[in-house]
């Protein structure tokens, strides 16, 4: 069965890094293109970025380009996304889906992991 | 960018009423529309994929249409268990967004 799962938030100050990971099983994740979706508490969901199935290709929200990095190694079955000078409003539960398949053009945010809470506070 | 306009944000209901909830692209996404249901504390799940085809596993009462500008989510018959949030998606081109959603409450 497909699994996401995301690690790596806390809480981070104003200006530092923080790193998330989303591990993948249950599927051929080298094939389909992968989602990061964010939620800030009590608020909607907010399209983040997309990478392609083999990382050619990177698109991003203006609210994260230029200090979001999303990334992928196939060979561990595991997407990143490298956050760079957060800001208050980058606090959210992160979330990584699954995109689209050449091969299975149907499957896309067919799958969610739980999230992880990102918190950016002095 | 293509704003998604979702109204209503809001609505109470019965169980056993019809729901509607329609979701307008600011400029023509096809048929890239998604609609997802939402409950506290949970991650999205995918109820309706290219504007009007059901996701496998969920109930038949779920469905969608509109194509272009205009989509809508119908529940035919509320059952306690909708009581969420439901959130439309164009995946037409980038940036992707998302709805403002709208929470579904019990009346």
């Known amino acids: 069965q497909v699994d996401l799962v995301e690690s790596g938030g806390g809480v981070a100050q104003p200006g530092r890094s923080l790193r998330l990971s989303c591990a993948a099983s249950?599927?051929?994740?080298?094939?389909?293109?992968m989602h990061w979706v964010r939620q800030a508490p009590g608020k909607g969901l907010e399209w983040v970025a997309v990478?392609?199935?083999?990382?050619?290709?990177?698109y991003y929200a203006a609210s994260v380009k230029g200090r979001f990095t999303i990334s992928r190694d196939n060979s561990k079955n595991t997407l990143s996304l490298q956050m760079n000078s957060l800001r208050t409003e980058d606090t959210a539960v992160y979330y990584c889906?699954?995109?689209?398949?050449?091969?299975?053009?149907?499957?896309?945010?067919?799958?969610w992991g739980p999230g992880t809470l990102v918190t950016v506070s002095s | 960018d293509i704003q998604m306009t979702q109204f209503p944000s809001a609505m109470s209901a019965s169980v056993g009423d019809r729901v509607t909830i329609t979701c307008r692209a600011s400029q023509g996404v096809n048929n890239f529309l998604a609609w997802f249901q939402q409950k506290p504390g949970k991650a999205p799940k995918r109820l309706i994929y290219?504007?009007?085809s059901l996701q496998s596993g969920v109930p038949s009462r779920f469905s969608g249409s509109g194509s272009g500008t205009e989509f809508t989510l119908t529940i035919s018959s509320l059952q306690l268990e909708d009581f969420a949030t439901y959130y439309c998606l164009q995946h037409s081109s980038f940036p992707f967004t998302f709805g403002g959603g709208t929470k579904v409450e019990i009346k």
């Open positions: 290219a504007a009007s």
């Open positions: 889906s699954r995109g689209f398949s050449f091969q299975s053009p149907g499957e896309y945010f067919d799958y």
């Open positions: 249950g599927f051929t994740f080298s094939t389909y293109a």
């Open positions: 990478i392609s199935y083999d990382g050619s290709n990177k």
